[in-house]
């Protein structure tokens, strides 16, 4: 991996703007539906079929999870970044969101 697009995770920061529950409702539910669509692909993997049909599940998968990063890169940018520019600490946090935009483009 690319040394400057690592970034590690920054477990002392919060963000600026908390989630409704109805975000975070909508998220979890993405990302369950993801968890079954990841059962279903052992499973079919368990039970020898098709190759293709086992890749069109995987893509799925991949189109799912880039729905939830890209609602989670979105509401980073509007409100995180935003604040920070706004607080003029604008280039740490730009900076930190290029490496982000940079990886989260990678997958």
């Known amino acids: ?15 600026v703007k908390m989630r409704t529950e109805e975000e975070k409702k909508q998220l979890i539910q993405r990302l369950k ?3 079954g669509q990841v059962r279903g692909i052992q499973k079919m993997i368990e039970e020898e079929r098709y190759c293709v049909d086992i890749l069109v599940q995987v893509s799925a998968i ?10 989670l890169l979105e509401d980073h940018t509007r409100g995180c970044v935003t604040n920070a520019v706004q607080q003029g600490d604008g280039k740490e946090t730009i900076d930190e969101l290029m490496k982000v935009i940079q990886q989260f483009s990678k997958s």
């Open 1 to 15: 991996m690319d040394e400057k697009f690592t970034i590690p995770l920054s477990p002392e920061k919060t963000p």
């Open 62 to 71: 991949n189109a799912a999870l880039k729905k939830v990063g890209y609602q």
């Open 33 to 35: 539906r993801v968890e």
